[in-house]
Each structure stands twice: as C-alpha cells, then as structure tokens.
C-alpha cells in the first residue's frame, strides 16, 4: 500500500511538472511572423498621420489667430485715442474696452506659444546608445552608417527581429511625440476660444468708441 502510495504522489508530481514545462513553453517568445511587422507597420503609419493632422489643425489655428490680431491692431489705434475716464461718459465702456484688450493680447501670445509647441521639430529622444547595424529606420541613425552601401548591407542583414525591433522604437517615438502635439493642440484650441470672445468683446466696444465726437 505504502508503496502505492508513493507511486501515486510521484505520478502526480511529475503530471504537475509536466504542465509547468508546458506552461512555460507556451509564454517564450514568439518568433516574428509577417502580421507582428504588419501590425507595428500600421501602428507607425497611423502615428505618423495624427502628427501631420495636429501640424494642419495648428496651422489653421495660426492662421486664425493672425487674422484676429491683425484686426485688433487697426481698431484700437483709432479707439484708443477716444477712451474716457468720467463716470457717467464713457468709463464704464472704456474699461470693458480695455480689460478685454489685454486679455485678448495675453491669450494671444501664449496660443501662440502653444502653437510653436505644436510645430516645433522634435528628434529622437528615448535611444540609449544607437549604433550602426542595429539602429535602421530613424533618419540620424541612417547618417551613422559609412555610406550608402553599409546601410544597405546592414539591412540586409537584419533579422525579422531586428526590423520589428526598430519599427516598434520608432512607434514609442512616435507615441510620445502625439502625445506633445495633441497636448499643447487642446490647450491651444481651449485658448483660443478665449481669444475669439476677448476679440469678439473688443471689436464691438471698440467700434462703439470709435463713434464717439
């Protein structure tokens, strides 16, 4: 019976064992197939087209805030002259008139600062050491090679790891770049709805001003 016994632990230790052993092999790595590079393919197509997207909604948000400044400008070297400080004749409106010209030159100067936040060239920041060989895909790691031939050696050389290696480098590049964008994108968009009140107030007092004798 003892000996049963003892064959019926070791039976199920070893059945145990064997699931680990399997268990494991199933979470080793997998090798690289076609769809792995195809995925990390869309992932940087895809980032890279929510980057142009945020440079074209920051350029049209340059153009907007230019043409309200532009605007402004004119209006108040005619309505500035006009203002009144009596109560009862005008302050009331010429403070209006000016509170809502310096918030609109406040918000339009930091929208504008958001917007070069938007555009400004970024490089590669997140690499330890990149090197030749190994580094293919960001253009500064391209210039590490010698010339054009060792470049194009180095590719081929490269393994299915290696090039997922560098699409998926490339990827959390790309990643912390949109995010920058998008960032300093809604603050400015948020910002800039302020400066379109603060010029739409502006612009009426002002036309108002103008009209004084």
Known sequence: ??????????????????????????????????DHLLFARHNFDNHQAIIR????KAAVLTTLLLFLGASTIP???????????????GAITSGVYLFSYLVFAATFAWSLVLVYRVVIPRGAAHYQSPRAGHDLLYYE????????AHYFESVGRASPD??????????FELA???HE?????HRARM??????CAWTANTVFGLWIVRWK
């Open 75 to 89: 209006l108040g070297k005619d309505a500035v002259p006009k203002l009144r400080w009596v109560w009862g004749q």
């Open 53 to 56: 997207a945020a440079d074209t």
């Open 181 to 185: 964008k998008i960032t300093a994108l």
């Open 162 to 171: 290696l090039i997922l290696r560098n699409l998926t480098d490339q990827v």
């Open 141 to 148: 790691h391209v210039l590490l090679h010698q010339d054009s």
């Open 191 to 196: 910002l800039t709805a302020i400066v379109f």
């Open 1 to 34: 019976m003892a000996v049963l016994f003892l064959g019926g632990v070791f039976s199920s230790e070893t059945f145990e064992n064997q699931l680990i052993l399997k268990d494991m092999s199933q979470h080793q790595a997998v090798p690289v197939r076609d």
């Open 176 to 178: 912390h770049i949109c």
